[in-house]
């Protein structure tokens, strides 16, 4: 009888490690999130750094796949501000959904002089 105990809390365990856990794990993930700021990096189709008062010094890195760009995507480079809506999949970097680039560096400064 003495086995039978061992094999039920061995399936006890098995069943909170493999079942319970990753429910409190994955509680983050799915919600679409969104970060306002300027672009900090930027590699086409990997990846983009996006910074603003809120971050630290090397902004949120956010991974590129399946992307929809809103606005010219040949335009984004370091310096662009940009509006940026991700997610947390599993991934070892949130992934976005939608880049929308709001202004070329070039123009922002010329609609603030």
Same mark, same amino acid.
């Given at each position: 009888?003495?086995? =039978?105990? !061992?094999?039920?809390?061995?399936?006890?365990?098995?069943? #909170?490690? +493999?079942?319970?856990?990753?429910? +409190?794990?994955?509680?983050?993930? =799915?919600?679409? !999130?969104?970060?306002?700021?300027?672009?900090?990096?930027?590699?086409? =189709?990997?990846?983009?750094? #996006?910074? *603003?008062?809120?971050? %630290?010094? @090397? $902004?949120?890195?956010?991974?590129? /796949? %399946?992307?929809?760009?809103? @606005? %010219? &995507? #040949?335009?984004?480079? &370091? $310096? #662009?501000?940009?509006?940026?809506?991700?997610? +947390?999949?599993?991934?070892?970097?949130?992934?976005?959904?939608?880049?929308?680039?709001?202004?070329?560096?070039?123009?922002?400064? /010329?609609? *603030?002089?």
């Amino acid at each position: 009888m003495r086995g =039978g105990w !061992r094999m039920l809390r061995l399936c006890i365990a098995l069943l #909170v490690a +493999f079942v319970v856990l990753p429910l +409190f794990a994955a509680r983050g993930a =799915g919600r679409l !999130r969104v970060v306002t700021g300027t672009v900090a990096e930027w590699q086409a =189709g990997q990846l983009i750094s #996006v910074v *603003n008062e809120q971050t %630290d010094p @090397g $902004g949120v890195r956010i991974a590129l /796949r %399946d992307t929809v760009y809103i @606005g %010219d &995507p #040949v335009t984004l480079r &370091p $310096g #662009v501000r940009v509006t940026v809506w991700y997610e +947390f999949v599993g991934e070892r970097r949130p992934v976005a959904t939608q880049v929308a680039v709001l202004a070329p560096a070039g123009r922002l400064r /010329r609609e *603030n002089e």
